[in-house]
Protein backbone atom coordinates (compact mmCIF):
# COMPACT_ATOMS: atom_id res chain seq x y z
CA UNK A 1 0.00 0.00 0.00
CA UNK A 2 1.22 3.36 -0.88
CA UNK A 3 0.33 6.72 0.44
CA UNK A 4 -3.05 5.50 2.06
CA UNK A 5 -4.01 4.23 5.55
CA UNK A 6 -3.94 0.52 4.86
CA UNK A 7 -3.77 -0.51 8.85
CA UNK A 8 -6.89 -2.97 9.88
CA UNK A 9 -8.16 -0.44 12.32
CA UNK A 10 -8.28 2.52 9.79
CA UNK A 11 -10.59 0.61 7.73
CA UNK A 12 -12.28 -1.42 10.01
CA UNK A 13 -13.49 2.04 11.68
CA UNK A 14 -14.76 3.18 8.14
CA UNK A 15 -17.03 0.49 7.65
CA UNK A 16 -18.16 1.17 11.37
CA UNK A 17 -18.59 4.12 10.22
CA UNK A 18 -20.81 3.59 7.63
CA UNK A 19 -22.56 0.94 9.47
CA UNK A 20 -23.66 3.21 12.39
CA UNK A 21 -24.72 6.00 10.03
CA UNK A 22 -26.81 3.74 7.59
CA UNK A 23 -28.26 2.21 10.96
CA UNK A 24 -29.08 5.78 12.05
CA UNK A 25 -31.33 6.48 8.33
CA UNK A 26 -32.71 3.42 8.94
CA UNK A 27 -33.92 4.27 12.70
CA UNK A 28 -35.01 7.47 11.11
CA UNK A 29 -37.27 6.51 8.78
CA UNK A 30 -38.67 3.62 11.23
CA UNK A 31 -39.07 6.10 14.24
CA UNK A 32 -41.18 8.92 12.09
CA UNK A 33 -42.61 7.32 8.70
CA UNK A 34 -45.18 9.86 8.61
CA UNK A 35 -43.51 13.12 8.95
CA UNK A 36 -43.23 15.15 5.48
CA UNK A 37 -39.41 15.46 6.07
CA UNK A 38 -38.69 12.18 7.45
CA UNK A 39 -36.89 11.41 4.03
CA UNK A 40 -34.67 14.02 4.23
CA UNK A 41 -33.07 13.47 7.67
CA UNK A 42 -32.91 9.67 6.74
CA UNK A 43 -31.01 10.88 3.68
CA UNK A 44 -28.00 12.79 6.11
CA UNK A 45 -27.37 9.85 7.35
CA UNK A 46 -27.58 7.70 4.37
CA UNK A 47 -25.37 10.02 2.26
CA UNK A 48 -22.72 9.85 5.05
CA UNK A 49 -22.48 5.82 4.97
CA UNK A 50 -22.28 5.93 1.48
CA UNK A 51 -19.12 8.24 2.02
CA UNK A 52 -17.64 5.94 4.18
CA UNK A 53 -18.40 3.17 2.17
CA UNK A 54 -16.57 4.14 -0.66
CA UNK A 55 -13.66 5.49 1.86
CA UNK A 56 -13.58 2.10 3.31
CA UNK A 57 -12.92 0.26 0.01
CA UNK A 58 -10.75 2.94 -0.87
CA UNK A 59 -8.50 2.58 2.26
CA UNK A 60 -8.90 -1.70 2.33
CA UNK A 61 -9.19 -2.71 -1.16
CA UNK A 62 -7.40 0.13 -3.28
CA UNK A 63 -5.01 1.80 -1.00
CA UNK A 64 -2.39 2.62 -3.76
CA UNK A 65 -2.11 6.88 -4.66
CA UNK A 66 -0.47 8.29 -6.66
CA UNK A 67 1.35 11.12 -4.48
CA UNK A 68 4.81 10.32 -4.56
CA UNK A 69 5.72 7.65 -7.91
CA UNK A 70 2.83 8.62 -10.68
CA UNK A 71 1.26 5.52 -10.38
CA UNK A 72 -2.16 4.29 -8.59
CA UNK A 73 -4.50 1.18 -8.21
CA UNK A 74 -7.07 1.64 -10.90
CA UNK A 75 -10.00 1.98 -8.66
CA UNK A 76 -8.89 4.44 -5.74
CA UNK A 77 -10.25 7.55 -7.66
CA UNK A 78 -13.16 6.28 -8.20
CA UNK A 79 -13.41 6.03 -4.60
CA UNK A 80 -12.64 9.35 -3.83
CA UNK A 81 -14.58 10.51 -7.02
CA UNK A 82 -17.87 8.71 -4.40
CA UNK A 83 -16.81 9.28 -0.84
CA UNK A 84 -16.25 13.00 -0.61
CA UNK A 85 -19.46 14.28 -2.75
CA UNK A 86 -22.11 11.77 -1.01
CA UNK A 87 -20.21 13.47 2.31
CA UNK A 88 -20.80 16.99 1.16
CA UNK A 89 -24.44 16.03 0.07
CA UNK A 90 -24.66 14.97 4.10
CA UNK A 91 -23.71 18.21 5.29
CA UNK A 92 -25.99 20.48 2.47
CA UNK A 93 -28.72 18.25 3.45
CA UNK A 94 -28.61 18.99 7.26
CA UNK A 95 -27.69 22.45 6.39
CA UNK A 96 -31.38 23.11 4.35
CA UNK A 97 -32.96 21.08 7.31
CA UNK A 98 -31.46 22.76 10.50
CA UNK A 99 -30.00 26.08 9.33
CA UNK A 100 -33.47 27.02 7.75
CA UNK A 101 -35.16 25.06 10.79
CA UNK A 102 -38.27 23.37 9.49
CA UNK A 103 -41.47 26.12 9.82
CA UNK A 104 -44.02 24.02 11.73
CA UNK A 105 -46.95 25.34 9.88
CA UNK A 106 -49.45 23.73 7.84
CA UNK A 107 -47.42 23.39 4.78
CA UNK A 108 -44.37 22.00 6.45
CA UNK A 109 -42.19 24.17 4.37
CA UNK A 110 -38.28 25.21 5.16
CA UNK A 111 -37.45 28.98 5.91
CA UNK A 112 -35.55 30.62 3.47
CA UNK A 113 -31.72 29.99 3.23
CA UNK A 114 -28.99 33.33 4.30
CA UNK A 115 -26.73 34.39 1.93
CA UNK A 116 -24.47 32.61 4.01
CA UNK A 117 -25.64 29.56 3.10
CA UNK A 118 -25.66 29.79 -0.34
CA UNK A 119 -22.21 30.89 -0.14
CA UNK A 120 -21.00 27.81 2.16
CA UNK A 121 -22.91 25.63 -0.41
CA UNK A 122 -21.03 27.04 -3.20
CA UNK A 123 -17.71 25.79 -1.26
CA UNK A 124 -19.05 22.81 -1.15
CA UNK A 125 -19.57 22.33 -5.17
CA UNK A 126 -16.14 23.79 -5.72
CA UNK A 127 -14.27 21.07 -3.33
CA UNK A 128 -16.24 18.44 -4.97
CA UNK A 129 -16.00 20.21 -8.35
CA UNK A 130 -11.76 19.92 -8.02
CA UNK A 131 -11.78 16.34 -5.98
CA UNK A 132 -14.09 14.54 -8.61
CA UNK A 133 -12.28 16.56 -12.01
CA UNK A 134 -8.76 15.72 -10.71
CA UNK A 135 -9.84 12.00 -9.64
CA UNK A 136 -11.27 11.47 -13.22
CA UNK A 137 -8.02 12.81 -14.60
CA UNK A 138 -6.06 10.69 -12.27
CA UNK A 139 -7.81 7.46 -13.45
CA UNK A 140 -7.83 8.49 -17.41
CA UNK A 141 -3.61 9.21 -16.95
CA UNK A 142 -2.01 7.80 -13.67
CA UNK A 143 -0.57 4.30 -14.67
CA UNK A 144 -2.51 1.79 -12.73
CA UNK A 145 -1.83 -1.08 -11.00
CA UNK A 146 -4.23 -3.25 -10.02
CA UNK A 147 -2.78 -4.65 -6.16
CA UNK A 148 -2.09 -2.39 -3.40
CA UNK A 149 1.59 -1.89 -4.39
CA UNK A 150 3.43 -1.18 -7.50
CA UNK A 151 6.92 -1.24 -9.03
CA UNK A 152 7.16 2.76 -10.34
CA UNK A 153 10.54 4.38 -8.70
CA UNK A 154 9.54 6.58 -5.98
CA UNK A 155 10.35 10.52 -6.43
CA UNK A 156 8.40 12.85 -4.79
CA UNK A 157 8.97 15.36 -8.07
CA UNK A 158 6.64 13.34 -10.00
CA UNK A 159 3.43 13.81 -8.29
CA UNK A 160 0.72 14.42 -11.07
CA UNK A 161 -1.28 17.65 -10.91
CA UNK A 162 -4.09 15.31 -10.76
CA UNK A 163 -3.33 13.81 -7.28
CA UNK A 164 -2.66 17.63 -6.41
CA UNK A 165 -5.91 18.86 -6.70
CA UNK A 166 -7.58 15.71 -5.28
CA UNK A 167 -5.52 16.58 -2.04
CA UNK A 168 -6.22 20.66 -2.18
CA UNK A 169 -9.97 19.63 -2.66
CA UNK A 170 -9.82 17.29 0.25
CA UNK A 171 -8.35 19.79 2.56
CA UNK A 172 -10.62 22.50 1.87
CA UNK A 173 -13.40 19.86 2.15
CA UNK A 174 -12.59 19.26 5.83
CA UNK A 175 -12.44 23.04 6.70
CA UNK A 176 -15.88 23.61 4.87
CA UNK A 177 -17.16 20.67 6.45
CA UNK A 178 -16.46 22.34 9.88
CA UNK A 179 -17.72 25.40 8.74
CA UNK A 180 -21.07 24.63 7.88
CA UNK A 181 -21.86 23.30 11.23
CA UNK A 182 -20.45 25.62 13.00
CA UNK A 183 -22.75 28.49 11.26
CA UNK A 184 -25.45 25.67 11.70
CA UNK A 185 -24.81 26.02 15.65
CA UNK A 186 -24.03 30.04 15.55
CA UNK A 187 -27.14 31.13 12.82
CA UNK A 188 -30.10 28.27 14.86
CA UNK A 189 -32.20 29.63 17.51
CA UNK A 190 -32.88 25.66 19.50
CA UNK A 191 -36.28 25.29 20.72
CA UNK A 192 -34.80 23.99 24.11
CA UNK A 193 -31.74 23.41 26.23
CA UNK A 194 -31.11 20.13 25.05
CA UNK A 195 -31.33 21.11 21.51
CA UNK A 196 -28.39 23.94 22.03
CA UNK A 197 -26.62 21.77 23.46
CA UNK A 198 -26.73 19.08 20.90
CA UNK A 199 -26.14 22.00 18.23
CA UNK A 200 -22.58 22.57 20.16
CA UNK A 201 -21.51 19.30 20.54
CA UNK A 202 -22.43 18.01 17.19
CA UNK A 203 -19.82 21.14 16.08
CA UNK A 204 -17.68 20.22 19.11
CA UNK A 205 -17.42 16.41 18.24
CA UNK A 206 -16.13 18.18 14.80
CA UNK A 207 -12.93 19.45 15.98
CA UNK A 208 -11.62 16.12 16.74
CA UNK A 209 -12.89 15.08 12.81
CA UNK A 210 -11.99 17.41 10.46
CA UNK A 211 -9.70 19.96 12.14
CA UNK A 212 -7.93 17.27 13.69
CA UNK A 213 -6.53 15.46 10.28
CA UNK A 214 -5.88 19.21 9.27
CA UNK A 215 -3.65 19.47 12.25
CA UNK A 216 -1.81 16.40 11.83
CA UNK A 217 -1.41 16.10 8.35
CA UNK A 218 -0.89 19.85 7.61
CA UNK A 219 -0.05 21.52 10.30
CA UNK A 220 2.00 19.81 12.54
CA UNK A 221 4.68 17.65 9.85
CA UNK A 222 5.79 21.64 9.27
CA UNK A 223 6.65 22.46 12.65
CA UNK A 224 9.90 22.49 14.35
CA UNK A 225 8.75 20.54 17.06
CA UNK A 226 7.83 17.22 14.63
CA UNK A 227 10.07 15.81 12.36
CA UNK A 228 7.39 13.19 11.39
CA UNK A 229 5.24 12.49 8.44
CA UNK A 230 1.12 13.39 8.66
CA UNK A 231 1.09 9.62 8.54
CA UNK A 232 3.68 8.59 10.93
CA UNK A 233 1.95 10.88 13.03
CA UNK A 234 -1.32 9.39 12.47
CA UNK A 235 -0.15 6.44 13.41
CA UNK A 236 1.44 7.49 16.90
CA UNK A 237 -1.89 10.16 17.82
CA UNK A 238 -4.12 7.10 16.90
CA UNK A 239 -5.45 9.57 15.04
CA UNK A 240 -7.88 7.13 12.56
CA UNK A 241 -10.00 6.27 15.45
CA UNK A 242 -9.92 9.47 17.42
CA UNK A 243 -11.64 11.05 13.86
CA UNK A 244 -13.72 8.36 13.11
CA UNK A 245 -14.97 8.28 16.64
CA UNK A 246 -16.31 12.46 16.50
CA UNK A 247 -17.43 11.55 13.21
CA UNK A 248 -19.72 8.98 14.97
CA UNK A 249 -20.64 11.18 17.49
CA UNK A 250 -21.94 13.53 15.51
CA UNK A 251 -23.80 11.82 13.71
CA UNK A 252 -25.59 10.50 16.96
CA UNK A 253 -26.20 14.52 17.57
CA UNK A 254 -27.79 14.85 14.19
CA UNK A 255 -30.04 12.16 14.99
CA UNK A 256 -31.25 12.95 17.77
CA UNK A 257 -31.47 16.70 16.39
CA UNK A 258 -33.54 15.14 13.91
CA UNK A 259 -35.92 13.24 16.46
CA UNK A 260 -36.50 16.15 18.04
CA UNK A 261 -37.63 18.20 14.97
CA UNK A 262 -39.43 15.26 13.58
CA UNK A 263 -41.49 14.85 16.86
CA UNK A 264 -42.47 18.19 16.69
CA UNK A 265 -43.63 18.00 12.90
CA UNK A 266 -45.39 14.98 14.37
CA UNK A 267 -47.39 16.64 17.15
CA UNK A 268 -48.15 19.75 15.11
CA UNK A 269 -50.05 17.68 13.11
CA UNK A 270 -51.59 15.66 15.78
CA UNK A 271 -52.98 19.21 17.04
CA UNK A 272 -55.09 19.57 13.73
Same mark, same amino acid.
Given at each position: ????????????????????????????????????????????????????????????????????????????????????????????????????????????????? &???????? %? $?????????? =? *?? /??????????????????????????????????????????????????????????????????????????????????????????????????????? &???????? %? $?????????? =? *?? /????????????
Amino acid at each position: MEDVDHTVLGYSLDYLTFALTFFLGCLTLARFPNANLVGQHGQVQFFMSIGYLAGALGHHAFPNRASSDNCANVYYYLCWAISYPAMSVSNLLWLKLDASRALFSSKQELAPL &TTTALLIM %V $CHVVTNVMIV =S *GS /MVCFLSVPHYSGVEDDCAVDHSTQPTCDKVVYIGELCYFIVWFVTFLYISVKHPPHSRIDSLLEWLQTVFLVGAPLQIILVYNILPYTSVWTKTGAELSELLG &TAWTYKAC %V $CANHVCIFLI =S *GH /MLRRESAGKKKK
